[in-house]
């Protein structure tokens, strides 16, 4: 049986992100056509509460909503998946938060996954 060559995976910096307030918070995990993206767990949150419900979501593959929670309050909230999530090859992996409005600051972040 072959084995596979040793594939990358993004640096710590590259798992978060943390923009501007009233800013989409989005992060991808690149599709990899050797490799299924594996996702152990996700972390969302805004640092104010929001005045309407938003929603963070995990899609994958083609855009297809795997998972939608509602966010209203303040904080960051995590997901534990066990067992993990697992993706078919050639599947981008994206997590996002909506906008929070004026003021407020979203953040999302994959705390685990591997691909293999």
Same mark, same amino acid.
């Given at each position: 049986?072959?084995?596979?060559?040793?594939?990358? !995976?993004?640096? $710590?910096?590259?798992?978060? /992100?943390?923009? &501007? %307030?009233d800013?989409? $918070?989005?992060?991808?995990?690149? %599709?990899?056509?050797?490799?299924?993206? !594996?996702?152990?767990?996700?972390t *969302?949150?805004?640092?104010?509460?929001?005045?309407a419900?938003?929603?963070?979501?995990? $899609?994958?593959? &083609?855009?297809?909503? /795997?998972?939608?929670?509602? !966010?209203?309050? $303040?904080?960051?909230?995590?997901?534990?998946?066990?067992?993990?999530?697992?993706?078919?090859?050639?599947?981008?992996?994206?997590?996002?938060?909506? %906008?929070?409005?004026?003021?407020?600051?979203?953040? !999302?972040? *994959?705390?685990?996954?591997?691909?293999?």
């Amino acid at each position: 049986m072959a084995q596979k060559a040793s594939i990358g !995976v993004p640096t $710590a910096g590259d798992w978060f /992100h943390y923009p &501007a %307030a009233d800013t989409l $918070a989005t992060k991808t995990l690149a %599709a990899r056509a050797d490799a299924s993206w !594996v996702v152990t767990g996700v972390t *969302f949150g805004y640092d104010q509460a929001v005045a309407a419900t938003q929603k963070f979501i995990l $899609a994958s593959p &083609a855009g297809s909503s /795997h998972l939608e929670v509602p !966010v209203r309050g $303040a904080g960051l909230q995590t997901l534990l998946f066990d067992p993990p999530l697992r993706f078919p090859p050639g599947a981008a992996v994206n997590i996002q938060l909506a %906008a929070g409005g004026a003021g407020i600051q979203g953040a !999302v972040g *994959f705390t685990g996954a591997y691909i293999e």
